[in-house]
Structures are given as structure tokens and as C-alpha cells.
């Protein structure tokens, strides 16, 4: 399988529609996050040609050197060869039966934003001009609040019974995922903060050290102990339709 990488962001779209139709065909649930990332991708574009961001160019060009970090994680995987620790975790809970839809989606925001969006935002920026990227890099915190509410729906078709938990709970998953995006993308500015001044003999060993670290997070998201996990268990047990019926599902985010 070939290593492919994105150079528009036209390409990024359709080398995640490629991996999306994959996932259908393989019944994987690695294109739960990738329909998502699709569509947070599709807004971004969206946002360049009406000009909500401040500099359009360099935020295509941040879209697909982020983009391209995911792609060489999942060719990496598939070819069987090493990702970034995170990135391998994710994928291989993927292969598991009991993750619900939610840990899928929180796993792979946890890989992408909390290691890869830093590197990333560093690479287009230099120690005297990234604090010009902060605009932009908020409004994409408001696309992806704004999906919070759509994706909830597309959770309700997989998981009717969610529709009692969310007029018993006041919508905790809509705040679970909605504080867990803007938890990821606060440290991922910081990240990228400290990972653009260093000198280039030291980013690899940062990177690896960064690695480690949100690998950790991704364990806890996907054990957060025995009650919660046990609850998990039960969603699991009543979420309908097979994973390409998921994807299908959580594509239909407005």
C-alpha cells in the first residue's frame, strides 16, 4: 500500500474518502474518526473560500501538513510498519469489538490534535511570527463546536437509548466531546508554542517524549475505569447497525 500524501486540500478530502470506503468495505472502525476529521476538514475548506480565516493560504497549507501526519499514521499501520505510539494505540482499539462510537471519535481527536495539530502549527510558523496563526487557529475551535450538536444526532441513530441519557444527564455527552476538542486544541497551541523554538536536533526526542505522554491519555479514554467502562460496556451492547452502518451514520453530520 502506498504511503500517500496530500499536497491541496482537495487531496486531503479525497485520500480520506478513500479511507472511508475502505473502512465500509472492512468494517473498521478507524473511518468512525475519519468521517469526522472529513468534515471538520470540508467546514476549514469551506471557511478559506469565504475568507472567515485571516490568511487562507497558510491555513491550507496547516490543513494538509496536519492531514498528512494522519495519512502516513494510518498507511504506516496498514502496511504494518510503526506510527506514532498514540496513533497505533487508536487504530488498534479499532480491531476491538467493545470501544463505543464516542471513545472511537475521542481517541483519534486525542492522536491528531494533541500530538499532530502542534507539530503542525509550529511548521508553518516561526518563533517571531506563530502568535499571527492564533486567530486562526481559534476559529477552528468554533467549527468544531459548532459539529458537536450534528454529531450528537448521528450518535442518537446509532444509540436510540441515548435520547432518556441525554434528558437525564443535560446533554453530558454534548459537553464530553465539546470539552474534550477544546481541552486538546488549548494544548496543542501550547505545544506548538514550545515545539517551534527548538532547534532542530531536539524535535524528534520531543515529539517521542509529546508521544508518550498523550498515549497515556488515550489508555485512560480507553479504560476510564471500571463503572464508567461498565456503562460503556451497556451502550456498546445496544448500538445499532454494523460499523459501515456507523460510518454511514455519523457522515450525515450537517
Known sequence: MSMK??????EVIQ???????????????????????????????????????????RMEKLDVIFANRYLKA???????????????????Q????????VQHLLLGINAHVNLDLGIA????????????????????????SNLVESVEKCLIKIWPTLTIILKLSGKIDNFFIDFSMKTARDGAWKFANEFVVL?????????????????????LVS?????????????RLFEKGTVAQKIIDLSKIE
Open 5 to 10: 500524501q496530500a499536497t491541496t486540500i482537495d
Open 15 to 57: 485520500f480520506l474518502d478513500e479511507i472511508i470506503t475502505t473502512s465500509k468495505l472492512e468494517q473498521s472502525a478507524i473511518g468512525l474518526f475519519t468521517t469526522l476529521y472529513r468534515e471538520v476538514t470540508i467546514q476549514i475548506k469551506q471557511g478559506i473560500a469565504n475568507g472567515s480565516f485571516q490568511n487562507g493560504e
Open 74 to 92: 494510518y498507511y504506516q499501520y496498514k502496511a504494518k510498519e510503526k506510527p506514532s505510539e498514540c496513533w497505533e494505540f487508536s487504530f488498534q
Open 94 to 101: 479499532a480491531e476491538d469489538f467493545w470501544p463505543i462510537v
Open 121 to 144: 502549527s509550529a511548521q508553518v510558523s516561526t518563533p517571531e511570527d506563530i502568535e499571527s496563526l492564533k486567530s486562526d487557529f481559534d476559529q477552528i475551535n468554533t467549527i468544531l
Open 199 to 219: 532547534p532542530e536536533n531536539q524535535r524528534e526526542a520531543t515529539i517521542q517524549e509529546r508521544d508518550v505522554k498523550i498515549t497515556e491519555i488515550a489508555r
Open 223 to 235: 479504560n476510564p475505569g471500571y463503572l464508567v467502562s461498565a456503562v460503556f460496556k451497556f451502550i
